[in-house]
Antibody, heavy 116, light 112 residues
Framework: EVQLVESGGGLVQPGGSLRLSCAASGFTFSSYWMNWVRQAPGKGLVWVSR????????NYADSVKGRFTISRDNAKNTLYLQISSLRAEDTAIYYCARGSGSLDSWGQGTLVTVSA | DVVMTQSPLSLPVTLGQPASISCRSS???????????LNWFQQRPGQSPRRLIY???YRDSGVPDRFSGSGSGTDFTLKISRVEAEDVGVYYC?????????FGQGTKLEIK
């Protein structure tokens, strides 16, 4: 069974940083693109970033480019999102999701709250 | 970016009645390999999203057959043949063809 478990969220001040993690199990992690998708409170889904299977190709939404960095450790079956220069509008649940062109498995999400 | 427009945004339905959600894209979603990467997701209250339909009309494992997807090019539809209480939630379409991936605004299905 595919499992994705996010962690690392929390309360952070504007301008601060966090590293989110997504532990994967139940599939060959290195064979899949992985993504981060976020959802602000009461709002819709917004794709944030993705990385290919070996970590050599990364893409970002314009709203986070230069502030967020996606990476992965295939030896640890873990996906990361380093988020910095945080703004109030980055407050959201951050989900990791598997796939490219479609997202077939999702984690339960981790909440990031940016507030003074 | 491709714009994905869903309608309606709110959908009150009587139990046992059908429901239909429309999703229109601003550009064709046909990829160079001939496939159309249009997906549908369900998000029940307090839960993470779950994919229901991929490549327009293929149901994911475990998805009841009362859910069906159809469409082509820029116009797509998710249909529920008979709504059940467990179908309450928000439904999103998502295109995975043009960069970046984009979701529709979401359609909130509720029971009348």
């Amino acid at each position: 069974e595919v499992q994705l478990v996010e962690s690392g969220g929390g309360l952070v001040q504007p301008g601060g940083s966090l590293r989110l993690s997504c532990a994967a199990s139940g599939f060959t992690f290195s064979s899949y693109w992985m993504n981060w998708v976020r959802q602000a409170p009461g709002k819709g889904l917004v794709w944030v970033s993705r990385v290919d299977g070996d970590g050599s190709i990364t893409n970002y939404a314009d709203s986070v480019k230069g502030r967020f960095t996606i990476s992965r450790d295939n030896a640890k079956n873990t996906l990361y999102l380093q988020i910095s220069s945080l703004r109030a509008e980055d407050t959201a649940i951050y989900y990791c999701a598997r796939g490219s062109g479609s997202l077939d498995s999702w984690g339960q999400g981790t909440l990031v709250t940016v507030s003074a | 970016d491709v714009v994905m427009t869903q309608s309606p945004l709110s959908l009150p339905v009587t139990l046992g009645q059908p429901a239909s959600i429309s999703c229109r894209s601003s550009e064709s979603l046909v990829y160079s390999d001939g496939n159309t990467y249009l997906n549908w997701f369900q998000q029940r209250p307090g839960q993470s999203p779950r994919r229901l339909i991929y490549t327009v009309s293929y149901r994911d494992s475990g998805v009841p057959d009362r859910f069906s997807g159809s469409g082509s090019g820029t116009d797509f539809t998710l249909k529920i043949s008979r709504v059940e209480a467990e179908d309450v939630g928000v439904y999103y379409c998502m295109q995975g063809v043009r960069w970046p991936p984009v979701f529709g605004q979401g359609t909130k299905l509720e029971i009348k």
